[in-house]
Antibody
Framework: EVQLVQSGAEVKKPGESLKISCKGS????????IGWVRQMPGKGLEWVGI????????RYSPSFQGQVTISADKSIATAYLQWSTLKASDTAMYYC????????????WGQGTLVTVSS | EIVLTQSPGTLSLSPGERATLSCRAS???????LAWYQQKPGQAPRLLIY???NRATGIPDRFSGSGSGTDFTLTISRLEPEDFAVYYC?????????FGPGTKVDIK
């Protein structure tokens, strides 16, 4: 069974850094892309960016370029989303999901990681 | 950027009824690169339809997708109790890839 398992909920203060993870199993991790999607409280879905763990090719939405960093460690089949300086507006649920290419749908999805940034 | 508009915002129906959800794009979506997802409260989204009309693995055949260009439709032929949820469309043909704001299907 293809599964993406994300790291647990985080509570951080503005200005802190954070790295959340997404571990893939049940498939060849280096043969598919892993994307990240943001969902702010009570709101819709926003495409953040995507990475190909095979060669670390990474694409970002212009809205998120420079705000987050996506990376992957293929040796442990894990993708990451990180912030160097968190803001209150980064408070959201973040989902990872698998895709066959950047120009593709997401399936399946991880269970989500809730990030709360508050002083 | 392609902006997706979904209508209606909320659809109030009874189990057994037919649901018709619309997704309209501000520009043509290339190669019908459009997907539909279902999201229930407290859960991650789940893929229903890709390529505008292809059902994902394990999705019941009461779900169907149609359309091309700028107008797309998700139809649920007969609503089951587990179908009451929020539905999002997504275009993945032109970067930045975008989602619609969602249509909530609730129980009348």
């Amino acid at each position: 069974e293809v599964q993406l398992v994300q790291s647990g909920a985080e509570v951080k203060k503005p200005g802190e850094s954070l790295k959340i993870s997404c571990k893939g199993s049940g498939y060849s991790f280096t043969s598919f892309w892993i994307g990240w999607v943001r969902q702010m409280p009570g709101k819709g879905l926003e495409w953040v960016g995507i990475i190909y763990p095979g060669d670390s090719d990474t694409r970002y939405s212009p809205s998120f370029q420079g705000q987050v960093t996506i990376s992957a460690d293929k040796s442990i089949a894990t993708a990451y989303l990180q912030w160097s300086t968190l803001k209150a507006s980064d408070t959201a649920m973040y989902y990872c999901a698998r895709a066959t290419s950047p120009f593709a749908w997401f399936d399946p999805w991880g269970q989500g990681t809730l990030v709360t940034v508050s002083s | 950027e392609i902006v997706l508009t979904q209508s209606p915002g909320t659809l109030s129906l009874s189990p057994g009824e037919r649901a018709t959800l619309s997704c309209r794009a501000s520009q043509s979506v290339s190669s019908s690169h459009l997907a539909w997802y279902q999201q229930k409260p407290g859960q991650a989204p789940r893929l229903l339809i890709y390529g505008a009309s292809n059902r994902a693995t394990g999705i019941p055949d009461r779900f169907s997708g149609s359309g091309s260009g700028t107008d797309f439709t998700l139809t649920i032929s007969r609503l089951e109790p587990e179908d009451f949820a929020v539905y999002y469309c997504q275009q993945y043909g032109s970067s930045p890839f975008t989602f619609g704001p969602g249509t909530k299907v609730d129980i009348k």
